[in-house]
Structure formats: C-alpha cells, structure tokens
C-alpha cells in the first residue's frame, strides 16, 4: 500500500513540475522578485519531495529485496533439509531392505541346514533299525499280545506260535501254540515256559487221531502257573508224528510270550 502512495506522489509531482515548466514557458514571469520568488520556491520543493519520494521508495525495495532473499535462502535450506530427509528415508529403506534380504537368506539356510539334518537322523534311524534286525529276531505286537516271529527248536521239535482270539472271557489273551516233529516222540514230556500265568490250556490236531491213542496231562504246572506241562504217552503210537503236529490253546489274562521250552525225561 506504501509503495503505491509513493509512486502515486512521484507521478503528481512530476505532472506538477511539468505543469510549472511548461507554464513559465507560456507565461514568463514579470520582473517581480516575489513571483519570480515563487516560480523557484515550487520548483525547489516539488524536486525536494519527488528526491525524498525516491529515496523512499528505493529503501523499501531494498528492504523487500532483502526481505526475498531471506525468504529464498530459508527456502533453499528447507529444500536442503528435505532433501537430506529424504536420502535418509533411502539409506534406511535400502537398510531395512538389505536386513530383509539377509534375514530371508538365514532363513532359506536355516531350512535347508534343518532338511539336511531331518535326512541325517532319517538314514541313520533306518541304518540302525537295520542293523537290529539283522543281529536279533523281531517280535511282533498285536493287540497288547506278543508272538514270536521265529520258532524255537529242542531235540527234533519245533514250537510255532502265534496270537488268537480267545474263548474266555476271564482270559482274554489266547496264543496257539503248535508243535512239530521231525520224527515220532513217545512219550511226550515238554515244559514251555511263559512270561505270564496261563489260565486255560486246550488241545487239538490237525487230524484226528484213531481212538486207541493215548493222551496223558496237558496242563499249567501246579507250582508255578507260568510253565504248561505235556505229558502225553501212547498206546503204541506216538502221540506227535512229522504228520500229526500237536496244537495246544493258551489263554491268559495278560499278554503271552513265550521264553523258552524243554524236553522232560524220556
């Protein structure tokens, strides 16, 4: 708003001393010293004013220029300062980046480094059940009842094994255990020896023999109910044959494995 009021006064005075000028030269003044005296006085003081104009309006736009170099140099340095903000927003976004892009390699490496491992104890598991199985027999696991995977042989017999289902309710593991020869036995003497007391021991054959055979005790040793007892004598035939196996049927109320058996005395 100054500089308008300024420059609006420099524009009277100089139509002001225009005016003047061309005036004098219209109408020269008569030899009066008071016009004459007037004449210089208007002159001198419209130069005077439009001079201190002049000064005024050129320290106000010294003032403004300097005022807009303030304002262009803050400017320039928020310019700077943003800018500076941003190379640190990239420098942490290309850390954060380079962190993430380890982070995802250790992973990668800790997963394959696991998945060698798994595979390690994975064949070495298997080597080792191998190798169990190679130095000793397999016993098999049905329904809490164990047999064994290999029969057990004494004197020309072999004593085969295997789980059944039982009869007894009081009982309810059964094994069918058979007995096979290699050449007629009589009399039959045998003790099978068993990790738990048998309650119920049955016989049977795979083919019915002639009704003059003779039989004799089957039957859980009185003192110690874990050992079964055969004791078969014929009448003039072998009681077990290599054709005529003997079948007996255990039943216990706790799983049946077999640990051993015997020949009695002839």
């Known amino acids: 708003m100054v500089d308008i009021f300024v420059s609006a006064s420099l524009a009277a005075l100089t139509m002001v001393m225009a005016y003047l000028g061309v005036h004098v030269t219209l109408h020269p003044p008569n030899e009066s010293p008071r016009a ?72 990668q490496q800790a997963e394959k480094d696991l998945a060698l491992i798994v595979q390690g104890s994975g064949k070495a598991v298997r080597e ?49 255990v058979t007995l096979q020869s290699t050449t007629p036995i009589d009399p039959l003497r045998v003790a099978i020896r068993c990790t738990h007391e048998i309650k119920y021991v049955e016989m049977s054959y795979h083919v019915m023999p002639s009704p003059d055979f003779g039989y004799g005790g089957i039957e859980p040793y009185k003192d110690d109910h874990t050992i079964v007892i055969v004791n078969m004598t014929g009448n003039g035939k072998a009681p077990i044959r290599p054709d005529l196996p003997l079948i007996l049927h255990l039943a216990s109320a706790e799983p049946i494995v077999i640990k051993s058996f015997e020949r009695g005395p002839r």
């Open 36 to 107: 004459q005296y007037l004449y210089k006085l208007g002159f001198f003081v419209c130069g005077l004013l439009a001079v201190a104009l002049v000064i005024t309006q050129g320290v106000r736009a010294g003032r403004s220029q300097r005022r807009s170099a303030n304002e262009i140099s803050d400017l320039k340095g928020t310019v700077v300062s943003v800018r500076g903000q941003l190379g640190n927003v990239e420098t942490a976004t290309a850390l954060l980046r380079s962190e993430q892009t380890a982070e995802i390699a250790r992973r």
């Open 128 to 176: 080792g059940v191998v190798a169990d199985i190679k130095k000793s027999p397999i016993s098999v696991q049905i329904n809490g009842q164990a047999a064994t995977a290999q029969p057990l042989e004494v004197e020309q017999l072999k004593l085969f094994s295997e789980v059944e289902n039982s009869t007894h309710t009081d009982a309810p593991y059964a094994m069918k």
